[in-house]
């Protein structure tokens, strides 16, 4: 069976500083793996996606994330953290197999 | 292209009462998922539709049940509501490989029983 989990319940960043949000994944297979974020009393935003095509994937507002098979991780990062990426990021599985959640913190 | 949408956004029940949340799937897409999010967590996954048939489940018990329409609009009941049953909950579709595709999901209905 396939699971993801989140290595850090919090992180905490200064603006302009790069991000980092933990992910391993079991499989016996390769997965398919998703990052969201949500936003506070909102849904969940889709940022990226990794279905096998390319192990460096490329999201929505500036975030990539890297498959790395050997390490089971599949790692978010941003360059540069903005006041706005504050929020709850969650590593998802082929099957919506939810990690626990990331709560990102983004200081001024 | 219309996005998901669920109704109502914020609700208050008593215990022991029933509810209904409905959810409005994406334009072409055929499958619809719930999941409940208690405050703190990350989603729980409660049952999925695909085709106006249940196709899967999580571990919730019998009195979370749900509905899927022709045009695969999609209910969430959940009946004998009690206090533990508060919590966002969330509605996604999708196409039935969404392994590729990913869910595009609603921005939730916030349930609160007293």
């Known amino acids: 069976a396939q699971s993801v989990t989140q290595l850090d319940s919090h992180v905490s960043v200064s603006e302009g500083t790069p991000v980092l949000l933990r992910c391993n994944y079991s499989?016996?297979?390769?997965?398919?793996l998703f990052w969201y974020v949500q936003h506070p009393n909102k849904g969940l935003q889709l940022l990226l996606k990794?279905?096998?095509?390319?192990?460096l994937v490329k999201g929505i507002n500036g975030f990539e994330a890297e498959f790395k098979k050997s390490e089971t991780s599949f790692h978010l990062t941003k360059p540069s953290a903005h006041m706005s990426d504050a929020a709850e990021y969650f590593c998802v599985g082929g099957k919506l197999i939810f990690g626990q959640g990331t709560e990102l913190s983004v200081k001024p | 292209e219309t996005g998901v949408t669920q109704s109502p956004t914020h609700l208050i029940k008593t215990r022991g009462q029933q509810v209904t949340l409905r959810c409005s799937s994406q334009s072409g897409h055929n499958t619809v998922s719930w999941y409940q999010q208690a405050l703190g967590q990350g989603p729980q996954f409660i049952f999925q539709?695909?085709?106006?048939?249940?196709?899967g489940r999580g571990n919730f018990p019998p009195r979370f049940s749900g509905l899927q329409f022709p045009n695969y609009s999609s209910e969430l009941n959940v009946n004998a509501l009690e206090l533990d049953d508060s919590a966002l909950y969330l509605c996604?579709?999708?196409?039935?490989?969404?392994?590729?595709?990913?869910?595009?999901f609603g921005s939730g209905t916030r349930l609160t029983v007293v």
């Open positions: 499989s016996s297979y390769s997965p398919s």
């Open positions: 539709y695909y085709r106006e048939e249940e196709n």
């Open positions: 996604a579709s999708s196409l039935l490989d969404s392994s590729y595709y990913g869910y595009t």
């Open positions: 990794y279905t096998s095509a390319a192990t």
